[in-house]
């Protein structure tokens, strides 16, 4: 198996979105990936975070897959190859585990990047385009990741770009504050929603595009508002959210300033990535804008305090890690088996073993001994 990846290690939000998959955009790209030669079997995972194509095919395919995504997004392949980190077999194995597993995350522990991966393998593997390699590396990892969010406090009281969201409008002084949630049939924005409604100061409008969208609690904490009427309750927001999967700018400084008519402090929360919020309204005078890469020092004590529960995370996923190794290996040797026992049927244990002695170097019949010995 092989990897690149783009992620918040390697890249600050501006480029990130350059790199960034919608559902539609990422099926076309999956039917591309599998039309190549060097390519049997593929999975596309993009977040606000990352980017990462894994392969299982031909050997040694980064330049490949770096001009595949270079095309794909109307760049040039040098700037993709600036930020591109490069996995191939056991570290892009282990790397996909720390990602399920939240390990990898500008959140350590953050529960949303389990679902991600999931859904991004599960539509590889419903269309077909994984087989016994992928199906059993994304498995493991997904079965790993359960396993350390059960037995370890790596995800326990957990903290998320979305509930550090919610955690800011809190710090808003204003009391009862309006909230207007742009995306709130999310992923994203639905885990804000309920963030949000844990308090009874706050008052929601919820922007949906279709019925299907609208969010009842009986209670007049949320209404509805449709999005396309979006500018016409800026005004009366205290804090505004925006966490959709648009290609483009849900907020733009221009309607913005307009929308505004009272002089009073206003916080703007952009979680996307391409980013949803016009960065000029930062530059507007009232307004506070906190984009994706702002978390990143929000983050900061989170993970200083999951230290810990890294350590033991990480004896958990070498032990599971492990485990998928010896499956693999002895999957690809499996069709050999009977031909082995064709071949060396007849012998006894100590011709066998003579006969490695003569055609094995030493290291290599040092580590049968050894092996033979535990």
């Not at 037995?151 to 919610?166: C, D, F, G, H, Q």
């Amino acid at each position: 198996m092989e990897c690149i990846s783009i992620s918040h290690k390697t890249a600050e939000a501006g480029k990130r979105q350059l790199f960034s998959f919608g559902e539609e955009k990422a099926e076309h790209f999956l039917k591309k990936l599998m039309k190549q030669d060097f390519v049997e079997q593929c999975v596309l995972l993009s977040t606000c975070n990352r980017t990462e194509i894994y392969v299982q095919g031909t050997q040694n395919v980064f330049g490949q897959l770096e001009e595949l995504l270079a095309k794909e997004t109307d760049r040039e392949v040098d700037e993709v190859r600036s930020l591109v980190r490069c996995y191939q077999g056991k570290k892009a194995v282990r790397h996909l585990f720390k990602v399920a597993c939240g390990m990898d995350s500008m959140v350590i522990g953050e529960d949303e990047i389990l679902g991600q991966v999931r859904n991004a393998y599960m539509r590889s593997a419903d269309a077909g385009y994984t087989g016994y390699e992928l199906n059993a590396v994304f498995q493991a990892a997904l079965a790993c990741a359960k396993r350390i969010k059960t037995e370890t406090k790596l995800s326990k009281t957990s903290v998320s770009i979305a509930t550090l969201a919610a955690n800011e409008v809190f710090r808003v002084p204003v009391s009862p504050k309006t909230v207007l949630l742009i995306g709130s049939s999310g992923q994203v924005g639905s885990i804000i929603l309920k963030n949000i409604l844990g308090h009874e100061d706050v008052r929601v409008l919820a922007t949906t595009r279709t019925h299907k969208g609208l969010y009842q609690d009986g209670s007049g904490q949320v209404i509805n508002v449709d999005y396309k009427d979006r500018y016409d309750y800026v005004e009366e927001a205290d804090v505004i959210i925006s966490a959709t999967s648009s290609p483009h700018y849900t907020i733009t400084a221009g309607k913005a300033g307009e929308a505004m008519r009272t002089r009073k402090e206003r916080l703007y929360l952009d979680v996307s990535v391409p980013a949803d919020i016009d960065e000029k309204i930062a530059l507007m005078d009232h307004c506070r804008l906190i984009s994706i890469d702002d978390f990143k020092k929000l983050a900061e004590k989170n993970n200083e305090l999951k230290r810990q529960a890294v350590l033991d995370a990480q004896d958990i996923l070498a032990e599971d890690v492990e485990t998928l190794d010896k499956a693999l290996s002895f999957h690809a040797v499996s069709e050999k088996m009977d031909g082995w026992k064709e071949k060396y049927e007849g012998y006894s244990f100590e011709k066998l073993l003579f006969k490695l002695r003569d055609e094995l170097d030493s290291d290599s019949f040092e580590a049968v001994l050894e092996a033979l010995d535990r």
